[in-house]
Structures are given as C-alpha cells and as structure tokens.
C-alpha cells in the first residue's frame, strides 16, 4: 500500500462519498454555501475577483482564466446572457465530465448560479451528450430538488436573485466541444464552428453575451469561494493553481479517474497511482490531450504536468484524457487511429480539416500497409503544418498532433515501416508473417483444425506450414499453439 | 424538501444532516447504523453494482444488522469496480474493490459482523480538501 497521498480531491471532493440524488448530503458537505455567500454578502466584482486571483484556468483543454472570462462576459452590455456548462466530453477514453455529473451534480448547479451572479445573467444551460443517459438522469434530478429547495428559481436566498438552469442535447458529435460550434448546436443550428472574434463573450447563445465552462471547471467553483482563493492558489504550479481530473487509461494496471495537484509528474502518474505497466511490459508512451494532443515518450516521464509544460513537450492538458502505451503499440497506428477519429468527427466546413486530414489518413495507412517511401513522411509533416495553420477552428489545428508528435518522438518507427516495411511493434498485419518452427512443431494439427481459412497444411505428427497467400493473419494459430511453435515475423 | 430562504436555514439543514451522520457513526448512540455505500456511476453499474447493491439491502434487512445502504458516484478505481465502502460505527471507512456476490457476502458475514477486514481492501491514495 502507498504511503504518500499523491492526489488531492477538489473536482471530485464529493464523488463517490455522496449520494448525487440527494440534495442533503451535499449540503451536508457544505454544498450552496459559496453561493449563499457570494448571494448576501459579496458583490459580483469581489467574487470575479476571488477566482481570478485564485489562477482557476480552463479545463476543458484551453486553459483560458476564467475570472477573466467571467469578467469579460460581465462587461458585455445586453441584459440578457447566458451561463453554458460545456458537458459534451468526447475525447476518446475520457470520461472526467461524466464521473463529476454522475456523482456530483449540485456542485456544477451551485457553481453555474454563482457565474450568473457574476455575470449578470438569469438563465443556465448545460450542453451534456445524450450518451450520458445516467448523467442526464441525476443532473435533471438535482435540478428539481435545488428548485424546491429554492435554490433555484427566483429570490435566491432572499435576494431577489433569478437564476434557473435547463439542459440542452447533444448527438455526440466532436466538434461540437468547440465553444462556437457547442453554441450553434444549441441554437437548434448544424454544430459547425465559426470565426473568433466575436467571442462568445460578447455574442453567444441567441447573439447574445455567453459565458462558456466546462464541467470540471464549475465544479472547482465552490471551494475557490468557501477556502479561499489563496489556498486553491497554494497547490499547483506558478502558472497553473489548482489540480487536474485524469482519466487513466490503457495498458496500466490501476485504470481509473483521477485528481492530482499540477506539477505531479508523469512518472508519479503512471507508476505510483497508476501502478505501473500491465504484464511488466515496458512503457512506450503516454497520450494526453485525446485527438488534438501527442504522444510524449519516456524521456518526458519527470515533466511536470501543467498546461505550458505539456504544450512544450509537444502535446497538451486537453480535457484529461491520458492513455498509456507499452512497447506492443504501434506509434503509426496510434496516430492513425487518432486520425480516424478526426476524420470521422470532422464537421467538414473548412477545406484543410475536411480534405487534408483525409490525406494524412491515407498517407499513414499506406505506411502501415507496407507501401509508405520516406516522401510520404515528409508530406506527413508539410501537410500537418499547412492543416494546422489553416483550419478554421481548434478541432483542424490540432488534428496533426498526433502524427507531428508520433514522428517527433519516434520517426525510427516511421522509418522501420517504410524502409525495412517491419513493424516493430509488432501490430501491422500486413507488415507480419505468422511462421511455423519446424522444429518446434509436433505436428499435432491443432492450428490445423483451427485455421478458418484453411491455409495450414502438414500431416500427423510432421511440422506444418502456412501458406503465406491464402493466412488472413487473424492469429488463431499463434493463440492455439500449445509448443510456442508459430511465431511472428 | 422545505424551501431554504436564508443562509442560517441552509446551514441549519447542514446541521441537521451531519447530526444524524455523527449519530450512525457514533459507536455509543443508540442510533448507530453502519453505513454501506456502493459506487453506482456507469463505471460500476456496468460492472454489477446494481446487483450488489441490491444484495447488500435484501441480506442486511434480512439479518436484520442496521444498516443504511445508498449509492454513491464514482471513486475513480475503474480498476476494482464494484466498489462498496463500508463505514462502521466508530471505524474509519474501508473500501472493499472488485465486489461479487461471494464478496458481499463475506464483507457481511466477515467484517460488518465481526470486524474482521477482508481483501482487497483499496488504498486510500488521496487527500481531501479538508487536509
């Protein structure tokens, strides 16, 4: 068992202690009390101050200050705004969003009203993916209950404050993540980005002022406002205070969510939380920051996370999706994996992000099928470099990570596959051959029998063989083998 | 719920709450009760602890052991779900992972009964805020 606690629980102070279906047990964890506070005894600008002093940034990946984007939206004049909870998590293996709906719903009500407070506005609305069915059933739950508790509803507290909060569905497209696009999807409108400027800050939801958090954002509200923003400031780096909710993932043995103060390291990560690799296989790499982030290898394992850090290793803090990878993965077909998704989730408005991640798919598939030359890697890195200059919004600019950081990282790969055509890791089918050791095998037909193709022959008691045309390398016979005799080329 | 109209009424409910939580924690009260929480995120359910959960109120309601039984979110060992946290009067919490039937069973029969801990019990690898 570990002796240091590495992680500190403030996204997550409630999850999995309360009750989410119970408005009393968070109250009971001193839950609406910041916003009592805030109601009666502080006024908007004292409050805008607090979390701007507290250094809380973005994290939903961007890591703007929220004080500051509160402050802008603020001084945006119409009097109708908005408070919009960005809960359309979609980053692959990413599930820090659903986690804090699921198990702490008040603490995102108590913190939008608090924005409203802030801002001006009277009206919240949280964007949340129709795949978190359970999400949707508990913050609709809490809801209810913080309206009967009054909370809710108007005259806050006694203090003719208005604030009432309503959800909005999302089908779970990518981009729609993206604060312009998340706002058109709302709108009834396609999930398609626009131009920055005008922020939402200044025209939003309906065109008007819009004031845009994530999930894990709000939920770090409250407790900036009950302890104060110089003890959320004591934790974390000089330029990001606070911590970070990490979804765990991949080939490690402790998978789960997790909060740690920024500046951990990746090393603490990985191998004391997490527990280390699965199988004593030996670490390759770690993703973070899902499709629009990289892959940083071993040499990055002491860097400590926070959000500068991250972007000048060559990836970035994302939402907190971190998978791990052993040396059984392929680097190329991890980047094209992320390329896929890109592709897939792509809204298709700007040529760069619609044609060119198109082509960096076929580049890298081409690599992997064994056809790939050493032009193909250099047209891998001039395209990335026009996609991310051009696109129109952070989904295009960021697509290329992935591959920019994958041939960064471990351009020897790259060059196994298209100069020797071998993939080292061992993933490439059509870069392998299952073989037959001939003096392993007992000729026992097992792989024989199971092969569904037919490809082995050999008889009784004799050493078989593959028919290297006709083996679709599904791999049963390597799987059957009792004698270990059928290895990978 | 009654609607809350001032500050003093919402720290009244806190009150009030962390009272009756003292008092089911409290190894002297005659309201004492062990409290019995089960990790009900997607994460759990998806693993069986819809089923636990269940088991755990028809078996301690069956014994007759007082117990409160309720769901909680996600404690982030993804690893080890299902998850029960079992909090006995006067002890510290204990989180028992990877939770079958077999399981429960044990942690009624073994530890909420006898006070005998059973594994795995998971480590407690964080700080809360009030630390």
Redesign the interface.
Known sequence: MREEKKQLRIALRNCGFIDPEKIEEYIARDGYQALATCLTGRTPEEVIRSIKDSGLRGRGGGGFPTGLKWELTRKSEPDKKYVVCNADEGDPGAFMDRSILEGDPHSVIEAMAICGYCIGSDEGLVYIRAEYPLAIKRLKKAIDQAREAGLLGKDIFGTGFVFDINLRYGAGAFVCGEETALIHSMEGLRGEPTFKPPFPSVSGYMGKPTNVNNVETFANVPVIINKGAEWFSKTGTEKSKGTKVFALAGKINNVGLIEVPMGTTLREVIYEIGGGIKNNKAFKAVQTGGPSGGCLTKDFLDTPIDYENLIAAGSMMGSGGMIVMDEDDCMVSIAKFYLEFTLEESCGKCTPCRIGNKRLHEILDKITKGEGTLDDIKRLKELSAVIKDTSLCGLGQSSPNPVLSTIANFEDEYLAHVKEKKCPAGQCKDLLQYVIEEDKCTGCTLCFRNCPVGAITGEKRLPHFIDQALCIKCGVCYEKCKFDAIKLV | ???????SG??A??E???SR?NQWADPDSPLQAVQI?V?M???G?ASGAGEIMKFLQEETEHQAIDAVV??????????AEPTV?VILPGKKPVVFGYVNKLKAQEIIDEYIKKGELIEPVL???????DE
């Open positions: 719920m009654q609607k809350i109209k001032s500050k919402l720290l409910i806190r009030e709450v962390q939580l929480k990790g995120a997607t994460c359910i309720s769901q909680t979110g996600c404690l982030g060992y993804c690893y946290e480590p407690v690898n964080f700080r809360t805020i």
